[in-house]
């Protein structure tokens, strides 16, 4: 498919941080209002994604994994500041979607290495 740790992985992996960017420390007032339990889904979402493309962009997981979950903290801790929600549900979320995103990674890494017949 794309080649792992090409310029395509890299800049997909520099998006994904630069989302992550806008959509952590936007204003209070530039946050949408959503139904219960839609901001955990974002959150998980885009430390999932994070990993994804920072596994993809050659980042070691020894690295990516701790780093991610600094970032999430924070992040947090930077929400409160800034007149936003900080809570320990939003890091948890975060949490669990950068393993989500390093299962994904493992997963999708192993089912290439088996080749296009399936087979390792």
Known sequence: MFAVHGPFSRGAFAVVVLVSLA??????QDVPSAPFGVDKLIH???FAALALT?????VGRAVLAPVLVLYAAGSEVIQGMIGRD???????AD?????????????IAR????GPDGLA
């Open 44 to 46: 998980g979402s885009l």
């Open 95 to 107: 949490a669990v979607g950068v393993l989500v995103g390093l299962v994904a990674w493992q997963w």
């Open 54 to 58: 920072g596994r993809w962009a050659g």
């Open 111 to 114: 089912r290439a290495a088996r």
């Open 23 to 28: 959509v952590l420390f936007a204003p209070a």
């Open 86 to 92: 900080a809570t320990i549900g939003d890091l948890l």
